[in-house]
């Protein structure tokens, strides 16, 4: 049974820094790709940042400068460090594990965390 637990969501002042962790257990999880994303009310969920099963990242334009997305596979742990935080920044923030196998797209979700930066 495959589990992404997220945690660190919270309440912030702008300009405020928050770390987000996603622990993921029932899969191989160095061999995954893992992201964040995050879905503001009335909005569509976007991707926030990615990193790759070799370490490579991407991230969106909003939050270049700012987030930096990290993992530890010895922990099975992808984090998301969030510096700078903006008011535009407040939305549910997801974690997904993601890989392709033999054709096969597997793709796992976590429940999410909130997080809500005041202005």
């Known amino acids: 049974q495959v589990q992404l637990l997220e945690s660190g969501g919270g309440l912030v002042q702008a300009g405020g820094s928050l770390r987000l962790s996603c622990a993921a257990s029932?899969?191989?999880?160095?061999?995954?790709?893992m992201g964040w994303y995050r879905q503001a009310p009335g909005k569509q969920r976007e991707l926030v940042a990615s990193?790759?099963?070799?370490?490579?990242?991407n991230y969106a334009d909003s939050v270049k400068g700012r987030f930096t997305i990290s993992r530890d596979n010895a922990k099975n742990t992808v984090y998301l460090q969030m510096n700078s935080l903006k008011p535009e920044d407040t939305a549910v923030y997801y974690c997904?594990?993601?890989?392709?196998?033999?054709?096969?797209?597997?793709?796992?979700w976590g429940q999410g965390t909130q997080v809500t930066v005041s202005s």
């Open positions: 029932g899969i191989i999880f160095s061999r995954y790709a």
């Open positions: 990193i790759t099963s070799g370490g490579s990242t």
């Open positions: 997904n594990a993601n890989r392709v196998l033999v054709g096969l797209n597997y793709d796992y």
